[in-house]
């Protein structure tokens, strides 16, 4: 499965608030979704980049997993902590709603728009099983496809991002 839906109260709960989630604040959820990355991660850089230069409105925001933030949401979302993957977190009408592996890619092809839509549709048929393997086989060797860079916002972008990714890491 590579989608899980969380309640959301409409005040933090104890658990929310000590993972975090009251820090970026429920209500945040609402005016877009949040895109969770790995901030040591080229081909994730250059992901955060292409969305930014191909995105029709602002309403995206983005952490890096590393971030105190990201590894709160994570912990939140009931993400089972063996995924190593790009996270899209959008508020849903029964509460948090958490795409990862392709799924979260597919979503971001939604939120691009224009012919990436069609490519979405493309990836819908391919059985979920299927595209979550080619999602996990790629990412397992993502260090090798791209050099490790930094993303640096614009400042326009800056307010996008909650906590800035970590330092590089020689991983």
Known sequence: ????????????????????????????LAHGPLLLFDGECGVCAASVQWV?????????????????????????????????????????TGGLRVHYYADAVRAVLRYVGGPWRVVDSLF?????????????VFARHRQSVAAKQCLIPTPAQKARFFEQPVQLSGR
């Open 1 to 28: 499965m590579a989608t899980v839906d969380t309640p959301l109260a409409s005040e933090p709960s104890a658990s929310e608030a000590r993972a975090g989630v009251a820090e970026l604040g429920l209500g945040e």
């Open 52 to 92: 930014l230069a191909h995105e029709r409105t602002s309403e995206l925001r983005f952490a890096a997993l590393q971030s105190s933030i990201g590894q709160s949401l994570v912990q939140a979302s009931g993400v089972p902590k063996e995924v190593d993957s790009l996270l899209w977190l959008e508020a849903g």
């Open 124 to 136: 819908g048929l391919v059985p979920r099983p299927l595209r979550d393997l080619g999602y996990r």
